[in-house]
C-alpha cells in the first residue's frame, strides 16, 4: 500500500509540474497576431510561438526533412522543413515564431517550409 501512495504523490507532482509549465508557456507566448496552437485552424495562414520539443532528422521520399515539435502549453504541431538536414539555431528547447498553413498528415497537424523567426 504504501508503494501505491508514494507513486500516486510522485505522479501527482509531475502531472502538476507540467500544468504549470503548460500555464507559463501560454503566458509567455500570447502576443499580438499570434494564435495559440490550440485554437489555430487548419489551412489558414496562422502565425504561432512557442518552444521546440524535438528537433530530427526524418527523410521523406528521399529527400531529408528537419522536422521539429512546436509546443505552446495549448497543443502540438509539427514543423518542417524539407529539403534541409540542418537549420542553424533551430534546437530543442529553443523559442521560435512561425507563420504558414497547418495541414494534416496521417491524423497530426503539419506545417510545411513555413517563415521562422528565432526567439
Known sequence: MAGRSRL???ISRWAS???AEARDLQREFTHTGVVPIGDAPDREQVHLRGTLR???LRPRGGV???E????DGTGTVTVIWLGRRRIAGIDA???????GRIGRQEGHRVLYNPRYELL
Open 54 to 56: 524535438t528537433v530530427t
Open 64 to 66: 531529408p526533412a528537419l
Open 68 to 71: 521539429a515539435e512546436l509546443y
Open 93 to 99: 528547447g529553443r523559442g521560435i515564431e512561425v507563420s
Open 8 to 10: 500516486r504523490r510522485t
Open 17 to 19: 509540474s507540467e500544468e
